[in-house]
């Protein structure tokens, strides 16, 4: 069972930043949590990770809440390019990776 | 580098059959992962292969099963099929062992769709 909890669909404005919540009250302390995305037709890819402190690469930022019972990804110029499902998936000892259902995220033109 | 592979494409098979879909990692990938993705849904884990052995598996019966040869490469057996076996199929892999567990990052292939009449 998935042990995150996300919007099912959200909307943002081309070239404005995204936010996109995840809940995962469940979290252990060994627990990473991930991001992915998945393009329409494509396989799902890597977008970012992190187990306790914020994280920035070249896609896209990590927040993530002091208690880690939360996070939140961020894109900062989004593009109709981003237009895709987000997963976030908590990952642990037993690497047994649970996707949920993700959220859909539009883009406007 | 050559990513993710899997084959085939597409399948097209009749209720009752069999089933066999293929993976090969990426070069220095020791683990694979199978998902299955019914249309308009999201992924359910099936398998973890770390090598060579089976390391998780997913709420599915025993009538879905793998193996990993020494290769690292993969394969999904997939027996008695049933209409609702119809799906995507993603395998993805990741490089165990040099980051704590947890932290490995799955790169996926582009799937084998399975359509089952």
């Known amino acids: 069972d998935a042990k995150t909890t996300q919007p099912n669909s959200m909307e943002s404005n081309e070239e404005e930043p995204v936010h996109l919540p995840c809940n995962h009250s469940?979290?252990?302390?060994?627990?990473?949590i991930h991001w992915y995305r998945q393009l329409p037709s494509q396989g799902p890819e890597y977008v970012i990770h992190?187990?306790?402190s914020n994280v920035n690469n070249r896609m896209a930022s990590l927040a993530i809440a002091e208690d880690r019972k939360s996070s939140t990804l961020i894109l900062h110029r989004a593009t109709l390019r981003d237009a895709a499902v987000y997963y976030c998936?908590?990952?642990?000892?037993?690497?047994?990776?649970?996707f949920g259902k993700g959220t859909r995220l539009h883009i406007l033109p | 580098e050559a990513g993710v592979t899997q084959s085939p494409t597409h399948l097209i098979k009749t209720r009752g059959q069999q089933a066999t879909l293929r993976c090969s990692p990426i070069?220095?990938?020791?683990?694979v992962y199978w998902y299955q993705q019914a249309l308009g849904l999201g992924l359910q884990f099936l398998l973890w292969?770390?090598?060579?052995?089976?390391?998780n598996r997913g709420n599915f019966p025993p009538r879905f099963s793998g193996r990993q040869f020494p290769n690292y490469s993969s394969e999904l057996n997939v027996n008695a099929l049933e209409l609702e076996d119809s799906a995507l199929y993603l395998c993805?892999?990741?490089?165990?062992?040099?980051?704590?567990?947890?932290?490995?990052?799955?790169?996926f292939g582009a799937g084998s769709r399975l359509t089952v009449l």
């Open positions: 993805a892999s990741s490089l165990q062992g040099f980051v704590p567990s947890g932290a490995n990052v799955l790169t």
């Open positions: 469940t979290i252990s302390g060994t627990d990473y």
């Open positions: 992190g187990l306790t």
């Open positions: 998936i908590l990952s642990g000892r037993d690497d047994k990776i649970i």
């Open positions: 070069s220095g990938h020791t683990s």
């Open positions: 292969y770390d090598e060579g052995e089976e390391r």
